[in-house]
């Protein structure tokens, strides 16, 4: 019987994202909300009970991020927020109010998925709270009968290395007073009842730490109580140096990433000596792929431990995935034939285990486990993956350079486009009202036609381009309201690319993306932003950005295929953003910004592997960007990601502009780029687009001259930190407002001196 690490928990039709915007607009209560919360647990545990788990997550649900969760399970909110209570004051910490500003937030490890990192001191107190926990155990028993129930914690070692010291210090220094916390904390789970606990601990695959290595034996020796069943699970990658340590601790059982983790297959024969369970995690819990049941039974079966010590479970949180195929009824049958969402994971969890127990199939899993056979001989073969011009071009000569250095480029862009020092602009989208989303709802729902649908986009560009002419910034864009999401509008252009209707995986709160299904060569029969940027630029004098997402960004938010090397398909997709790039300056756009948004966050969490993906993902964006011609400026944008040990791969991307989160975590990230002696330009975040408040001009002044105390104004643009698709634009407007007036106040004193 499979053991489930973690469940999506936005929900099947994303009943918890409009749950929670509800609960925000003051159109849904308290009580409202937390039925809605009721019932997707209730949902889920359903799921996964159909499919025969034996271990299921009682409290994997999140009203927004696990971490933050962590937070008050612990009691160690920020001193700021204590005015508030109960669910005011996590969804301050979350999203900010007009007193409190939102807790940093950035990527978990190498996934598309946002944590919040809590903030400590030297003196932390820690006041455990298991009142939560309990009123879900106790829903728990209530409704599920059969499987056990265990409760997921972010373990010490992982939440301290993933929190912040505002002090300056090392968190993990606060490994003596958290300790007595967790004790606390399980002791006081186990008194209840509670009889399995899953302590999640991803740190453990990152380069080996000295402090926590030499600390994991007696941490776990102090805080796991006697007879509470506890697995430790680590997930992403391999944890064979930590496993050499855990094996000696009383925890029961050892959770391996078997598929992105491959080394963790050494481990297992010291982890079976020892008397522990392994949980093997077979199945992909990152990607969409079926998989190949009969390789993955096999597998297990050449593992060297006794079966009664294995338990069958996905390689990580089913949380990166979607939920259900169910609702996809315009992919290609071909195409679905070939996926497993996180239901159908399930689905094959429970094949594999049997098989593997050398079980007797019922005949609805031998349909199932004939019809997977068979998708995967049938994927091999299929002629929908092959492009044969794609293959020759990749075979031929690529450009991969620009033609100047920056600094001769950067000098002809200023020529060209004549803006001040301190130039204003924003990241690219701006807000997606829902009159927005309703115009192309009713276009993709064919209720209005492309003359309508067309007619209605040009007039929220219209609209876009008054504001921002209104509030005087110096560089323009066109608003994208004609994209759903930069990775998934894309997609749809691009041959090779598939995308569902209905699969939606949580980035962040309520925050949601849909991943494009990169199922084979990918080209771009034609171009892709064109006509909506000329429109947009016919309506100002002022010079606008062309909006695309970079090849890197486009693979690590897409479930890529996993049949083709990861170097082949990005080049594939260099080459097809690089004809968009040049239809755009050919046709007269001299600003072109290729996002990089999660160029970062792919990186390999083993240092062993990184060049190779510097190598390729540099690559790749030189490629899409080469055929720009000097005076062309190219920008790019990175967002939530700490980039003091990726500078000279930022650096040879050869951007002439950088746009960087800065309004969470101040200079610190800005820090990187004087101490690299970086020399192209970078526009630095002064507002927090993820919050709701509007930040005075004072306060934007105040951040604007803290940027200068560590970069030069004649290399530094002035925007948000990122896109503002989520906010109104009775936020908006006067942000924005604020911004420029802040700018043009910094600059004037500037000019003075």
């Known amino acids: ?155 010490p070692f992982t939440f301290l290395a993933l929190s912040r010291r505002v002090d300056g210090g090392d968190p993990l220094e606060l490994l003596p007073a958290i300790v007595p916390a967790y004790r606390q904390l399980l002791q006081e789970l186990q008194r209840a009842g509670v009889n399995a606990i899953q302590l999640e601990e991803p740190i453990f695959v990152l380069d080996p730490n000295p402090t926590i290595l030499g600390s994991i034996q007696e941490v776990y020796q102090e805080i796991v109580p006697a007879g509470l069943e506890t697995f430790l699970i680590t997930y992403f990658e391999r944890a064979n140096e930590a496993v050499e340590q855990l094996v000696k601790t009383p925890i029961d059982g050892i959770g391996l990433d078997l598929v992105h983790g491959p080394g963790n297959l050494d481990a297992i024969e010291e982890i079976a000596k020892h008397g522990k369970r392994v949980v093997a995690g077979i199945v992909d819990g990152r990607n969409v792929w079926i998989s190949d049941i009969d390789k993955k039974v096999a597998l297990l079966r050449s593992l060297p431990i006794d079966p009664d010590q294995l338990l069958v479970a996905p390689s990580s949180s089913l949380l990166h995935v979607p939920y259900t195929l169910r609702h996809e009824h315009k992919l290609h049958p071909a195409i679905k034939s070939w996926l497993a969402f996180a239901r159908e994971k399930l689905d094959e969890l429970r094949l594999i285990d049997r098989l593997y127990r050398g079980e007797e199939l019922d005949p609805e899993d031998v349909q199932l486990y004939e019809a997977n056979r068979s998708a995967n001989e049938r994927r091999q073969s299929s002629t929908m993956i092959h492009h044969e011009a794609t293959k020759e071009r990749l075979q031929g000569e690529i450009k991969r350079e620009r033609d100047l250095p920056a600094q001769e480029r950067l000098r002809l862009q200023h020529e060209r486009l004549g803006y001040p020092i301190l130039p204003t602009t924003t990241i690219g989208s701006f807000p997606q009202t829902p009159e927005v989303r309703r115009v192309r709802k009713a276009y993709r729902e064919g209720k209005i036609d492309k003359s309508q649908y067309e007619e209605r986009i040009r007039a ?8 921002q002419e209104e509030v005087g910034l110096d560089i323009l864009v066109h608003g994208e309201f004609e994209r759903n999401d930069m990775v998934e509008y894309f997609g749809q ?120 993906y510097e190598r390729i993902a540099v690559e790749s964006f030189k490629i899409a960007t080469a055929r720009a011609k000097p005076q062309t400026q190219i920008h790019t944008h990175m967002c939530y990601s700490d980039f003091n040990d990726i500078m000279e791969a930022i650096d040879a991307m050869d951007a002439d502009v950088i746009s960087i989160e800065t309004a969470r975590n101040g200079n610190r990230i800005l820090e990187a780029f004087r101490n690299y002696n970086y020399q192209k330009e970078v526009g630095v975040g002064v507002y927090d687009i993820h919050s709701p408040r509007i930040p005075s001009q004072e306060e934007m002044e105040a951040e604007i001259v803290k940027r200068l105390e560590v970069f030069p104004a004649s290399k530094l643009w002035i925007n948000p930190d990122c896109g503002l698709k989520t906010r109104r634009w009775e936020e908006v407007i006067p942000a924005l407002t604020n911004m420029v007036a802040a700018t043009k106040s910094i600059r004037s004193r500037i000019v003075q001196l």
């Open 1 to 155: 019987m499979p053991y489930i690490i973690g469940y999506p928990r936005i929900g099947e039709k994303r009943e918890l994202k409009f749950a929670l915007e509800g609960y925000w607009s003051g159109n849904l209560d308290r009580k409202g909300l937390e039925e809605v919360g009721r019932q997707l647990r209730q949902r889920h545990w359903q799921s996964q009970e159909e499919a025969q788990a034996q271990y299921i997550s009682i409290n994997d649900f999140s009203y927004y991020d696990q971490m933050l969760d962590m937070v008050t399970i612990l009691g160690c909110e920020p001193e700021e927020y204590r005015d508030l209570t109960g669910l005011e004051r996590y969804f301050a910490m979350a999203r900010g109010d007009k007193r409190h500003k939102a807790l940093p937030m950035t990527k978990w490890f190498n996934t598309n998925y946002h944590y919040f990192v809590p903030q400590l001191r030297h003196g932390q107190p820690f006041a455990p709270n298991a009142t939560p926990i309990l009123a879900l155990f106790r829903e728990f028993q209530e409704r599920v009968e059969g499987a056990k129930g265990k409760v997921n914690l972010i373990g």
């Open 460 to 467: 929220f560009i219209d609209q876009a381009i008054q504001v």
């Open 493 to 612: 252009f691009l041959e090779g690319v598939a995308l569902s209707e209905h699969g939606w995986v949580q980035s962040y709160g309520s925050r949601c993306v849909k991943p494009p299904l990169i199922f084979g060569d990918v080209h771009r029969p034609e171009p892709m932003t064109l006509e909506w940027i000329l429109y947009a630029q016919s309506k100002t004098d002022k010079p606008l950005k062309g909006m695309l997402t970079g090849p890197v960004t486009m693979l690590n938010w897409s479930f890529v295929r996993d049949d083709l090397s990861w170097e082949e398909i990005a080049t594939q997709m260099a080459l097809a953003i690089g004809d968009e790039v040049a239809d755009l300056q050919d046709s007269g756009i001299a600003i072109i910004q290729v996002d990089e948004a999660a160029f970062k966050e792919g990186y390999p969490l083993r240092q062993e592997h990184r060049k190779e």
